[in-house]
């Protein structure tokens, strides 16, 4: 591990060649930086590992057969495990999506669920992503380079390869894929912040990239449309497009990234879109306090992974708890995402935590608050000197016929000393993760 | 037992011409236990095949494709519905209409105004609704082109004045806060230019209507086209299409009623 | 994976074609104007920006070198040339391969390092060294068949635009014509096949009207 240090610099030419760039707006105005890598890997122990990767199968199957039971009969509701409010006020709720059933079945293709390893060695999830979650390209090319600049590291260290993920990726697409049709990624733009990632998948996985005005419904089917008016038949999509913007017939009708009538060729069955819309339902923040109970109800088995401990100030008794622990507590507010909207109560002045509790009183709904967990700094170089910083892990589930954990993740860094902000939008590094063999 | 033809046609003139436009219709009249259509026709032009569907609420839809540039854009609808006497709908209810929408979200005010409506909990459901009706009747000044397609009900109730469509967001508005279930139609009504938008409120087991433009209970001569949480659900045409023009929209409706039996 | 190539990535094939093989050719020919500048005609870059057809906004020989090469606020400059090439490139990632997108990265940052301090034009070998691979990355990695041919096309129509602006002798403008009428006789779904004749006949004259040449030139692409 030490030469792999050594070779920070090689590795950052190495990024740099490849074009790694991660998007932000700043004032207004698009820029592009290099994603910040640390060279020391996390590493994981293949014991925590096994426990890991069997919690994240069991929450991502729970989670697909809680979509498919909301957009359909809505068992969980009737029986009392779900209050409806929690799914009819929920942004994430389409009901454009009631009763579609998505290609084989399968709404999260892809999950990032975000982890943190707590001082006492377990795993707790923060939360989950089943909607468009990015950042797996990072890991494989972090692997790829440091593979070249420093061989040695990998001879000694027995590590599982990461650099799968395309073809995880491509053997998820190609079972739900609809009449052996083409597959393709359709990413917003240029200028979208995870290009870079859009377009690398697309090449990886040896899929067609697609702008929006690529691609067309008529009678019902989504083909990608060619000089001269010619017509290829796709069979299945990986949207790196929100919900919102996915169809102006739909949803939002001022949007120049959708694609109009695609919710109709999906809705008949004509088109594989990954992941489902109405996904969001799922992943509202709000909704992961109910993970545990799903996998109850829907598996019958025992949560292995837990969440952090999460009050809803919705029920009375959480609200009183809430409100006379704030200052130990973590808020968020459900409707954002990226780290935004998140607040520490001992970080507040008495005037904004009157102001966070009057709304938390009248918007109940609105508001989640956890503890604060005390999880595991790693190190990171900052110059040459070794600091510690706090890190949590995404990884990547994918389901098609299996559902299958990437046997690897993203680890994001804050890059502040006492930061709990880890996303990449703001500022935060990445490192590898190791998975050992 | 009313027999009723209408026929609704629109022209949208683009300043310039437009291509690549895609459109949703939800012009048909819905058959359900009140009406029955007896026979119901699209057109529209420049003429091109329309395809049907139906949305996950239960709406029929048209959607079509004009690839060709063309400068203005029409579709008439028209046929015969028959009407019953009463306007029942013995459906199961759809929980979504519980709660808040984009258009329907209540603020304070509107709050306010539940209160001032002071219903009491052993008032019947539709008591309830009439109650509410009048007291937003007494709040809201009818008054065409003070309000947008865009306004939601607490914008509406803010500037004190609006259209069918903001007396029906803010009534579903008020329904909602007070635990009744109600949802936004949109449909035909006789001796009016435009389409029209009403209340449907749940009552044990039964969709039944009412119309706060007119604060009045409906029991015929509506012909219902659509339903929805809101405007948005209904939208009588939604369309995408490439060009920078500026439009121009004629509206052309008539409804007919041969009264039988 | 299917053959279809989209409108859009058919214009930015050809761009990225055009783009780096502009940067390729003119860096070619300032070496050349450079050496005359030495001791020969310092006011050389006069003639170079007439033959190039860009406006003649530099003040001296210095600053004519700094600004033509380094300068990303003058649009004409290698810099934003470069940058343009690398704008299509970028969205082409999945079909020329990172490996190749590689190179057009390596010789951007390369000027954009040269940028930061004065310096003159042999700082830039690196850059035709890169594009050198480039071209050679296009021709291992490119699989699709069209896509290979649409970049090329890009390339000789560039070359050919450049070779006529500096008035080379007869046979290499033959030459390099046969080589683009080869490339865009396989796009006819994207270069205009009439206009393409016409350009040879015009190339045939004994003295060929340069202006109605470069003129033919722009017209063959009709995305």
């Known amino acids: 591990m030490h030469t792999l240090i050594q070779q920070k610099e090689a590795v950052n030419k190495w990024l740099e060649r490849i074009g790694v760039r991660f998007g932000v707006y700043k004032g207004g105005v698009f820029h592009e930086q290099l994603f910040p890598f640390d060279p020391i890997p996390r590493v994981i122990s293949r014991k925590d590992w096994a426990f890991i990767e069997k919690g994240l199968v069991q929450r991502v199957r729970a989670l697909n057969l809680f979509l498919a039971d909301i957009y359909g009969d809505k068992q969980i509701v009737s029986d009392g495990v779900i209050p409806e409010e929690f799914i009819y006020s929920s942004k994430g709720y389409l009901p454009q999506c009631e009763g579609i059933m998505p290609s084989k079945k399968v709404y999260v293709h892809i999950a990032g669920i975000d982890l943190v390893q707590a001082r006492d060695g377990s795993w707790i999830v923060l939360e989950d992503n089943l909607r468009i979650p990015s950042g797996a390209s990072y890991p494989i090319i972090a692997r790829t380079i440091t593979r070249k600049v420093s061989p040695h590291t990998f001879e000694y260290n027995k590590i599982t390869d990461n650099r799968n993920y395309p073809s995880l990726l ?35 996985t040896e899929t067609i990239l697609a702008f929006p005005g690529d691609l067309v419904v008529e009678n019902d089917k989504l083909y990608y449309k060619g000089i001269f008016n010619s017509r290829e038949r796709v069979g299945v999509i990986y949207r790196r497009v929100a919900d919102e913007f996915l169809d102006p017939l739909v949803f939002d009708k001022t949007s120049l990234l959708g694609i109009p009538n695609l919710m109709q060729a999906y809705a008949k069955g004509n088109v594989a ?6 996904n969001g339902i799922a992943d509202d923040k709000g909704l992961c306090y109910f993970v545990p109970k799903m996998i109850e109800y829907y598996l019958q088995e025992t949560p292995m992974l837990q969440n952090a401990p999460t009050y809803l100030p919705y029920f009375s008794d959480d609200r009183k708890y809430v409100l006379e622990n704030i200052r130990n507590l973590v808020i968020k507010d459900v409707s954002e995402a990226g780290g935004y909207g998140v607040m520490f109560g001992r970080d507040m002045n008495a005037e904004e935590l009157d102001n966070i509790k009057r709304l938390i009183t009248n918007e109940p709904r609105r508001w989640i608050a956890q503890e604060v967990i005390d999880f595991i700094d790693l190190e990171v170089l900052e110059g040459a000197e070794s600091v510690y910083r706090k890190a949590d892990l995404r990884a990547f589930i994918l389901s098609g016929e299996t559902v299958e954990v990437w046997q690897s993740g993203l680890t994001r860094f804050a890059r502040q000393q006492d930061s709990f902000v880890v996303n990449s939008s703001q500022g935060g590094g990445f490192k590898d993760t190791w998975i050992e063999k | 037992m009313k027999q009723v033809r209408y026929n609704y046609k629109t022209r949208v003139t683009f300043s310039d011409a437009i291509h690549s436009h895609f459109f949703l ?57 028959k009407l019953s006497d009463s306007y029942v709908l013995d459906e199961k209810l759809n ?79 008020l329904c909602r806060s007070a635990g009744i279930a109600a949802r936004y139609v949109a449909g035909l009504i006789e001796g009016e230019g435009y389409t029209h938008a009403w209340v449907e409120y749940y009552d044990k087991g039964y969709w039944r209507a009412i119309d706060p433009t007119h604060n009045r209970l409906i029991e015929t001569g509506y012909i219902k086209l659509s339903h929805g949480r809101d405007y948005d659900d209904c939208s009588i045409e939604r369309g995408v299409f490439s060009g920078i023009v500026q439009q121009q929209l004629e509206v052309q409706l008539t409804v007919g009623v041969n009264e039988c039996q | 994976m ?10 930015n094939l050809f761009w990225l074609g055009r783009y780096t093989e502009r940067v390729h050719v003119i860096l070619h020919f300032l070496r050349k104007y450079r050496d005359r500048m030495i001791d020969e005609d310092a006011d050389a870059y006069h003639l170079f920006c007439e033959k190039l057809g860009i406006e003649n906004c530099y003040t001296s020989c210095d600053d004519f070198l700094n600004r033509f090469l380094f300068d990303k ?5 290698l810099i934003s040339i470069l940058t343009c090439a690398s704008d299509n490139a970028i969205v082409l990632r999945q079909e020329i391969k990172s490996e190749t997108l590689a190179y057009i990265q390596l010789a951007i940052c390369h000027i954009e390092q040269c940028a930061c301090i004065n310096s003159d034009v042999d700082v830039l070998q690196p850059v035709t060294d890169s594009l050198m691979a480039f071209w050679g990355s296009i021709d291992e990695r490119i699989h699709k068949r069209d896509a290979r041919n649409m970049i090329k096309a890009g390339k000789y129509l560039e070359k050919f635009d450049l070779h006529i602006r500096f008035d080379y002798p007869r046979e290499r403008i033959n030459y390099l014509f046969d080589r683009l009428e080869k490339h865009i006789q396989k796009e006819k779904s994207i270069f205009d096949q009439n206009s393409l ?7 045939e004259q004994p003295f060929y009207n340069k202006q109605e040449i470069l003129g033919r030139v722009d017209r063959l692409f009709t995305v």
């Open chain 1, 170 to 204: 491509r053997k998820t697409m190609d079972y739900v894929n609809v009449d052996n049709g083409l597959s393709v990624v359709l990413t917003p733009g240029r200028f979208n912040s995870a290009f870079f990632e859009h377009s690398f998948l697309a090449e990886k």
């Open chain 1, 273 to 278: 879109v990954m992941n489902a819309p109405g």
């Open chain 2, 25 to 81: 219709l939800r012009c048909t009249p819905q058959q359900n236990g009140y009406q029955q259509v007896i026979m119901e026709k699209c057109h529209v032009y420049p003429q091109e095949n329309i395809r049907t569907a139906t949305d996950s609420l239960g709406n029929k839809m048209y959607s079509g494709f004009i690839g060709d540039r063309h400068n203005y854009f029409e579709f008439e609808a028209s046929g015969e519905v």
């Open chain 2, 95 to 173: 929980r979504l209409y519980l709660y808040p929408s984009v258009y329907t979200r209540p603020d304070t005010a509107i709050l306010e105004l539940l209160n001032a409506a002071s219903l009491n909990a052993d008032d019947s459901v539709t008591d309830k609704v009439v109650k509410l009706s009048d007291a937003l009747y007494r709040s809201l000044e009818y008054s065409p082109q003070t309000t947008d397609i865009n306004t939601t009900a607490a914008q509406a109730l803010k500037i004190g004045k609006g259209v069918c469509q903001d007396y029906t967001h803010l009534l579903i508005s």
């Open chain 3, 2 to 11: 299917g053959e279809t190539i989209s409108n859009a990535k058919a214009g």
């Open chain 3, 73 to 77: 606020t003058n649009k004409h400059s």
């Open chain 3, 197 to 203: 004749f016409e350009l040879k006949l015009a190339t």
